[in-house]
């Protein structure tokens, strides 16, 4: 398999954690790279249902080392309930088969505080963020006041520097007005989630170039999506990670001559959770899909907003990853529809773009312009082989899969790990 980037080439919820897991019964070791608990990777193992926010998807299969890298924004509360939650559902998290980086930055309780605080004063222009203190960390690490996960376990041993950073942090809270942190308490948890957590800590850098020097297979997986990328994405309505390809590389300390080959994940439609534009959305998708009781956010269960697949992202998607193969999700979400529209261009004030624009704003006033394509109303969730699909369907995504500008490489047809096509 190689060193495989997986990416997801639209607004996030693309499928990523089903189409990693099935990816991960060729690799080796499994490593997220950027992004925090904001990410939720939904994976079923028969009728098991696994929500993975931090812990890699890879975890699922046995054998498989995952990894937190020094990319991602790490919150030890919520990775020891996550740890505690899979244990419940029979997987066991060991520091052999997790490892994470020392030099993960951490998410601490003000940092939560603050980025709901931004959004109640932000008003109606707010990003409608996941709440998991995910800007205001990145923001810390960027201003070089962070606290990383090796501050965290050295906490005992330079008790004073915690402590330190701790009182700094509630100077600005109350400076911003909010709700001064209980220092004793924050000491108290932390401490013991740096018990829980020391054992996992690592130079995850020296162990991954180790790894590959031996020849390991590395799956690299990508949170959020592509528009999401705090540099390629619709700014500000985006997280704040680099979600493209290039974190990868930044967030594992893996060189980009390492890398092999990116895939990127698509739904055959578009969703969107939060704020922000969204060109192609659509009401009548919207219904249908949240009438078969999909598209709920796998995090904090909002409703996502759906629309027709927008190839003028896709396109952008495939440039700024260097998307090498596709994998379409969600083939199944399309089953019921009679025609079904593609986005192929934008029209913005008499002038027809076929790039997305670098101002949200302009964005959010594009009017897409649609190729229509023939449905092929019949069920694909039964369907295992590629040349048993409908002939539609198979000409509705390669034609996607075409106007993207990537090779068709896997064809999800239900959430389940045997729904799935290789080409
Ligand atoms: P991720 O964040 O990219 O991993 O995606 P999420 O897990 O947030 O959302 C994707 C949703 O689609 C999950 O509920 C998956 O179980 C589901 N899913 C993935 N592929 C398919 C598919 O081909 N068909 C159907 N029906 N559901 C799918
Ligand atoms: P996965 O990995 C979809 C969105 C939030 C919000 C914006 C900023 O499951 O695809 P943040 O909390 O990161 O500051 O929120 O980004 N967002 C996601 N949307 N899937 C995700 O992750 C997301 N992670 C963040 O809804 O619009
Ligand atoms: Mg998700």
């Given at each position: 398999m190689a060193n495989v980037i997986l990416v997801g080439?639209?607004?996030?919820?693309?499928g990523k954690g089903k189409i990693i897991d099935v990816l991960t019964e060729q690799a080796d070791i499994v490593v997220r790279t950027q992004g925090g608990n904001n990410a939720g990777h939904t994976v079923f193992v028969g009728p098991t249902k696994y929500v993975l926010h931090l812990i890699p998807s890879g975890i699922l299969r046995a054998g498989t080392t995952c990894v937190i890298g020094n990319g991602v924004v790490l919150d030890p509360v919520g990775l020891v309930a996550e740890i505690d939650g899979l244990a419940k559902l029979g997987v066991h998290v060991t520091p052999q088969n997790l490892v994470i980086s020392e030099t993960a930055h951490v998410v601490f309780p003000w940092h939560r505080e603050l980025d709901g605080q931004r959004e109640v004063r932000k008003g109606n222009q707010k990003i409608g963020t996941t709440k998991r203190g995910i800007g205001p960390t990145y923001g810390d690490k960027a201003a070089r006041v962070g606290m990383r996960v090796i501050d965290l376990v050295n906490a005992a041993r330079f008790p004073a520097r915690f402590r330190e950073r701790l009182s700094e942090n509630n100077e600005i809270l109350q400076a911003l007005g909010a709700q001064p942190i209980d220092s004793d308490s924050v000491l108290a948890e932390y401490t013991r989630c740096a018990d829980r957590l020391r054992p996992f800590v690592t130079n995850t850098v020296v162990m991954l170039h180790e790894a590959t020097r031996r020849g390991a297979n590395v799956l690299f997986e990508g949170a959020q999506g592509t528009f999401l990328d705090?540099?390629?994405?619709t700014y500000p309505y985006v997280t704040s990670s680099n979600t493209t390809a290039g974190g990868a590389c930044t967030g594992s300390?893996?060189?980009?001559?390492?890398m092999d080959r990116v895939v990127g994940v698509m739904k055959a439609y578009t969703t969107r959770v939060g704020e922000g534009p969204l060109p192609t959305e659509n009401a009548e998708i919207s219904d249908l899909l949240h009438g078969m009781g999909r598209e709920f956010g796998a995090t904090t269960g909002r409703m996502r907003r759906c629309g027709w697949f927008d190839a003028v992202a896709t396109r952008h998607a495939a440039m700024v990853n260097g998307i090498d193969e596709l994998a379409v999700t969600n083939v199944d979400g399309l089953d019921s529809v009679k025609s079904i529209r593609v986005c192929s261009s934008y029209q913005f004030e008499g002038q027809t773009l076929r790039h997305i624009p670098s101002d949200a704003d302009v964005l959010a006033r594009c009017e897409p312009v649609f190729e229509e394509f023939p449905g092929w109303e019949t069920p694909t969730d039964g369907i295992r082989r590629w040349e048993d699909l409908p002939v539609n369907c198979r000409h509705y995504l390669l034609s996607i899969a075409q106007m993207t500008g990537a090779r068709l490489s896997i064809v999800s047809v239900g959430p389940a790990r045997d729904q799935t096509m290789f080409l």
């Open positions: 080439a639209q607004w996030g919820d693309e705090i540099d390629h994405g300390g893996v060189p980009p001559n390492r």
